[in-house]
């Protein structure tokens, strides 16, 4: 298995308060991203890293905001918290090279904001 | 719209079965895609790449159709540990690497 973490794996938090969850990689890949899924939506992509300091909006980003200030680790904030965030997020991880495009996911994060 | 959909669920098949999914994506200049799989709200695991010529695992078999924009996948001889939530993922290099899945499609195999 690809060597990737999220953190934490479970959390609940108030509405208001501020939130970080953070994505680990030891696979030296270059993209890196946040997506959020919710019933019946699929996985909706938050933000995306396409190397360090380099990020770019996915479809669903406001009220998130990302930073990458090295290789391995990817931090999704949630500036203040809101009920419409309490949803399962994935990081993952990717290396475009020839014959090897394959994105690995992290386990999730449950998020429940109250 | 959507930049990736796919055909609503949930499938129920019986075992033995075959069962077609499709997707389409509206970024033509899309050059990479993929079928995940899903089970029970965990990680999404590569099912397999697709390629233009088509390409077949096993009971899978994916086809890409660049003209008409979709993507397809089979499984023949369903078994009930295929029942899972299948993924379409298209992405663009041109776009930073970035993945977009479709909304996914249950596909549940009964005895």
């Known amino acids: 298995d690809a060597g990737i973490t999220q953190s934490p794996r479970h959390k609940v938090t108030e509405t208001g308060t501020p939130v970080t969850l953070r994505c680990h990689q030891t696979e030296n890949h270059r993209y890196m991203y946040w997506y959020r899924q919710d019933p019946g939506h699929g996985l909706r992509l938050i933000h995306y890293?396409?190397?360090?300091?380099?990020?770019d909006k996915g479809e669903v980003s406001d009220g998130y905001s990302v930073s990458r200030s090295k290789t391995e680790d990817f931090l999704l904030t949630l500036e203040s918290a809101t009920s419409s965030q309490t949803s399962v997020y994935f990081c993952?991880?990717?290396?475009?090279?020839?014959?090897?495009?394959?994105?690995?996911f992290g386990q999730g994060t449950r998020l429940t904001v109250v | 719209r959507k930049e990736v959909e796919q055909d609503p669920g949930p499938f129920n098949v019986p075992e033995g079965a075959t069962v077609a999914f499709n997707c389409t994506y509206s970024n033509s200049a899309s050059q990479s895609f993929f079928w995940y799989r899903q089970d029970c709200r965990k990680e999404p695991k590569l099912l397999m790449s697709?390629?233009?010529s088509g390409n077949e695992d096993g009971r899978f078999t994916a086809q890409l159709n660049r003209a008409s924009q979709y993507i397809s996948l089979l499984i023949r001889d369903s078994k009930l540990s295929d029942s899972a939530t299948y993924l379409c993922?298209?992405?663009?290099?041109?776009?930073?690497?970035?993945?977009?899945f479709g909304q996914g499609t249950e596909l549940s195999v009964k005895p």
């Open positions: 890293s396409y190397g360090v300091k380099d990020t």
């Open positions: 993952a991880i990717s290396e475009w090279t020839e014959g090897n495009t394959e994105a690995f």
């Open positions: 697709v390629y233009s």
């Open positions: 993922v298209v992405t663009d290099y041109n776009q930073g690497g970035k993945l977009i």
